[in-house]
C-alpha cells in the first residue's frame, strides 16, 4: 500500500526500493539502493552480512583494494581479521586487501503509526544513520503541534487518508556527518533482510 501512494522521485529518488524491515525493534518501511556490483560480489563469493564489531571495525581502517602488510596490524586488529567472513579480504604474500564495501544506501526510513507522537519516538533510531519520516493512517489529533514538532526535529510527517498521501512536512536531507561501525552494522543489518 506504501509503495502505490511514494510517488517515486517525489520523496525518494527515482531508483529507490521501498521494503517493510524491522531494525531496532522498530517496524519501518525503507527506501534504499543497492550496490548492484558489491551484491553480485557478495553473492559469487558466498559472503554473509557483517554483524561482527571487530570485523567492522577493522573494515574501516582498510583502505579499499590497496594491499596493507599484516605485520602493520594491531592484536586486535589480527584477531579480527581471522574472524573475517569468505570474500570480505584477500590475503596474499603477508597482505590484506580489502575487497568488501557497504552493500546499500537507505535514502529513507518511514516508520507507520497509529498516533504521531510514538512514531516520532521510534523514528528517532534511525537519526544517526539516515532520512526519517512518520506516516500517520488517521486524522493528526493536535496536527499544528505535530507539524511543529516534525519540523523541530527533521523528520517527515506523512498523512495517509484513503490512497491519497498527504506530505505535511517533508523530511529533512540526511547528511552523513562521520563513518561509523553502527552505521555500517545498521546497513548489514537491513542487508541481510533485503538480500
Not at 527515482?14 to 517496524?27: D, I, P, R
Not at 579499499?64 to 590475503?91: C, D, F, M, Y
Not at 512514531?119 to 526519517?132: D, L, N, Q, V, W
Amino acid at each position: 500500500m506504501l509503495s502505490k501512494s511514494v510517488p517515486s522521485g517525489t520523496l525518494i529518488p527515482q531508483e529507490s526500493k521501498l521494503q517493510a524491515v524491522n531494525a531496532f525493534g522498530v517496524q519501518a518501511v525503507v527506501a534504499y539502493r543497492r550496490d548492484a556490483v558489491e551484491y553480485e560480489r557478495r553473492a559469487a563469493e558466498g559472503t554473509p552480512p557483517l554483524t561482527r564489531p571487530d570485523v567492522l571495525d577493522l573494515l574501516m581502517g582498510l583502505p579499499v583494494g590497496e594491499a596493507v602488510p599484516i605485520n602493520t596490524l594491531s592484536s586486535p586488529e589480527r584477531r579480527a581479521l581471522k574472524a573475517a567472513p569468505k570474500g570480505v579480504v584477500v590475503r596474499s604474500g603477508g597482505t590484506v586487501t580489502r575487497q568488501v564495501v557497504q552493500p546499500l544506501r537507505v535514502d529513507l526510513a518511514i516508520v507507520p503509526g497509529r498516533g504521531w507522537e510514538t512514531a516520532m519516538e521510534k523514528a528517532e533510531h534511525f537519526t544517526p544513520f539516515c532520512a526519517r519520516a512518520v506516516l500517520v493512517e488517521r486524522p493528526l489529533r493536535r496536527k499544528d503541534d505535530a507539524i511543529l514538532q516534525a519540523d523541530f526535529y527533521g523528520i517527515g510527517l506523512l498523512a495517509l487518508i484513503g490512497n491519497e498521501l498527504d506530505v505535511l512536512v517533508p523530511p529533512r536531507a540526511f547528511v552523513k556527518r562521520r563513518h561509523t561501525v553502527a552505521g555500517w552494522k545498521f546497513l548489514e543489518d537491513l542487508y541481510a533482510q533485503l538480500a
